[in-house]
């Protein structure tokens, strides 16, 4: 989205970690992919559905933000919207795509033994309320649900910035409380069919995103997105190693029996509840999202290059990389499935998957660039 | 995959099929063994020991779906429950030991955890096996509701002194492209540890089995289905005994 708005120099830290969560969905969505069990929800409790989701508002503070305060309410809103357009679009194509996958899967083989079990795969039964559904967001298989969330939290965006230029507070305590209320309460948005809850309950993550949003707000007033103190980065820091060591005695348990899980009988059902977004894995995610600001400055030069130049790209094109990303789970779970998921196969997967997202978003930076008025070219394009 | 399956294929590196298929139900099944590592778990059966020790009559009740029943073979006799009772007749002659089978087809461990007690606890069983969960990965339930259904259910048991096992999902190489059962069987097999009960694991299992060349899951046709799910209940019955033999040592 080409923007006359003047803006410092990127921040390329968020492109960098958004590049990154991006290959972690793609890792965890094939299941029973060896390399999950290495990426980051082995060593904390929050994974790469966290870091996208903050991500995704501190850029869209930070895009539609900026609109925002220079041109208004309305046009940014409608910049927002189409952006909101563009996902639904992209959300509608991989259900499409998925579909399709599993129709050839279900005719090409119904199964012996799963004769009654596998009837509850309804959608194929009632494919005109399928359909209706799915556009309604509320049919959503198994290994599309990230899309629908960030839909959802985008679609309010334009009133949270609008609360956060109010003040701040005014978005944050309702979001915060919001929170509190689903935590305590259960409350949950249910999901054609048998009224199953979203598997990322929107009413929760919000607070994350309105987190980063903020976040975002105080970067582009050139505020300290985080309070200054040494300490909070001492709390955090400790926080992120106590985490790490108890997934990873978790993780050493499940490979080796006799070695102690420490903590896993308090700790383990909250840092699954993946749904609501329990507070360990909120905290946990924060305390690591600070750690980070503090280790990898802003102006590091590993952040410029060669080797993170790839990362950086994917992440400045996440919604296409993201989308294909997703698809390429489903297809690579497809040749698991279907041929065989030998560790070796398994790693020539992941990486035929990861040199296809980065070769992508190559050839994307390259249309964009090449296509832009010489004049503009400089600005990069942070709406991705 | 789960990470037991995991090491397994890297302490082995290769798979090697085995012979051929199990046979009916009057001899134990053969050719359709599998690797201890899949079959034995830490956690102990002590109330099935005791029984088996004292020469006691025992009771087991089986919760679970339709695999359960048996449906895919016909009957309740070739159903898994009925050739374990089989298997544990041949080895523990003398003994009256009766498996009952309280199998309901497509229910949800919520579902399930609610009839514990009318349906298992009230038949005064030394073992309840459950097997459970593929009713929930098909649904998608909330993990975090599928789990704690089967702590609560594990937790009834054990306070009236019943050893538990779960028997987690059945594999097939084309469900798993559809189904997304990885969270539910790793919900599973943590529970397991969680709440110290045993854990079968039978996903891994068939899945050895589909590997190695013993069964076929795939592209079987209509009139062979009956035969096949006959023989893959025997050898799952047996196993099953295994693992009691094991957990009860």
Redesign the interface.
């Known amino acids: 989205m080409a923007t006359s708005v003047a803006r410092p120099t990127r921040d390329l830290r968020l492109d960098f970690f958004r590049g990154l969560s991006l290959f972690l969905i793609f890792i965890d969505h094939i299941?029973?992919n060896?390399l999950s069990?290495f990426t980051l929800r082995s060593f904390a409790f929050s994974d790469a559905a966290e870091a996208f989701i903050f991500i995704s508002g501190f850029t869209a503070a930070i895009v539609y933000g900026t609109m925002f305060r220079q041109r208004g309410f309305l046009l940014s809103a409608a910049h927002t919207y189409r952006r909101v357009w563009q996902l639904y679009v992209a959300h509608v194509f991989l259900f499409v795509i998925f579909t399709a996958?599993?129709s050839y899967?279900?005719n090409?083989?119904d199964?012996?033994?799963?004769?009654?079990?596998?009837?509850?795969?309804d959608f194929l039964k009632e494919p005109h309320i399928a359909i209706i559904q799915a556009l309604l967001l509320r049919f959503q298989p198994?290994?599309l649900d990230i899309l629908p969330l960030y839909i959802v939290m985008l679609a309010g965006f334009p009133v949270v910035i609008a609360l956060i230029h109010r003040h701040p507070l005014s978005a944050l305590i309702p979001s915060a409380l919001l929170y509190g209320a689903v935590q305590h309460w259960s409350w949950a948005l249910h999901l054609y069919?048998?009224e199953?809850?979203w598997?990322f309950n929107p009413l929760a993550w919000q607070f994350l995103f309105v987190i980063g949003t903020l976040c975002g707000h105080s970067q582009t007033l050139g505020q300290r997105v985080l309070p200054d103190q040494i300490w909070i980065r001492w709390v955090a820091g400790a926080i992120v190693l106590f985490c790490a060591v108890i997934s990873i005695t978790w993780l050493i348990?499940?490979?080796y029996?006799p070695f102690p899980?420490v903590l896993?009988?308090v700790l383990?059902?909250p840092a699954?509840?993946?749904?609501?977004l329990s507070p360990v894995r909120l905290v946990n995610f924060l305390a690591l999202a600070i750690v980070v600001i503090s280790v990898v400055p802003r102006e590091s030069a590993f952040l410029k290059g060669a080797i993170a130049r790839p990362v950086v790209l994917c992440g400045q094109n996440s919604l296409y990389i993201f989308c294909l990303g997703i698809l390429l789970a489903v297809l690579g779970?497809?040749v698991l499935?279907?041929i065989?998921?030998?560790?070796p196969v398994q790693l020539l997967v992941n990486a035929a998957g990861v040199i296809l997202m980065i070769s992508s978003a190559f050839i994307i930076a390259w249309y964009k660039k090449a296509s832009r008025p010489p004049a503009s070219a400089a600005v990069a394009d942070s709406a991705e | 995959?789960g990470?037991k399956h995991?090491?397994y294929?890297?302490v082995l590196g290769v798979l090697l099929p085995l012979p051929a298929a199990a046979q009916g139900s009057t001899a134990p099944p053969s050719g359709c063994e599998a690797p201890a590592e899949l079959v034995q778990d830490?956690p102990q059966l002590p109330e099935v020991a005791e029984r088996l020790k004292a020469k006691q009559a025992l009771v087991i009740v089986v919760i679970g779906?339709?695999?359960t029943t048996g449906?895919?073979a016909g009957d309740g006799d070739a159903a898994y429950p009925h050739q374990l009772e089989l298997a544990l007749q041949r080895r523990h002659p003398g003994i009256g030991i009766t498996v009952l089978n309280k199998g309901v087809?497509?229910e949800t461990a919520d579902q399930m955890a609610a009839r514990m007690e009318r349906d298992a606890v009230a038949e005064n069983p030394a073992l309840v096996l459950w097997e459970v969960g593929?009713?929930d990965a098909?649904?998608?339930?909330?993990?975090?509701e599928f789990?704690?259904a089967l702590q609560a259910g594990i937790t009834q048991l054990h306070e009236h002194r019943i050893d538990a096992m779960l028997i987690d999902m059945?594999y097939?190489?084309?469900?798993?492209?559809?189904?997304?059962?990885?969270p539910y069987l790793d919900?599973l097999?943590?529970i397991g540890?969680?709440a110290n009960a045993y854990v079968f694991h039978r996903y891994d299992i068939m899945k050895y089995w589909s590997?190695a060349g013993v069964f076929r899951?795939?592209?079987?046709p209509k009139a062979d289905?009956r035969e096949?799910?006959t023989k893959?209940y025997a050898c799952l019955g047996e196993r099953l005994a295994d693992a009691i033999a094991y957990a009860a040592r």
Do not use: C
């Open positions: 299941p029973g060896v069990y996958e599993v899967t279900l090409a083989a199964n012996p033994m799963y004769a009654e079990e596998m009837g509850v795969g198994t290994f069919p048998d199953h809850p598997f348990h499940s490979i029996d899980p896993f009988q383990w059902r699954i509840d993946k749904t609501n779970h497809f499935a279907e065989t998921d030998r560790i | 995959m990470l995991l090491r294929l890297i830490s779906g339709s695999s449906r895919a087809a497509s593929i009713a098909v649904r998608a339930s909330d993990l975090d789990t704690a059945q097939s190489p084309d469900t798993t492209s559809v189904i997304n059962f990885q919900g097999h943590k540890d969680l590997d899951f795939t592209d079987v289905r096949l799910a893959v």
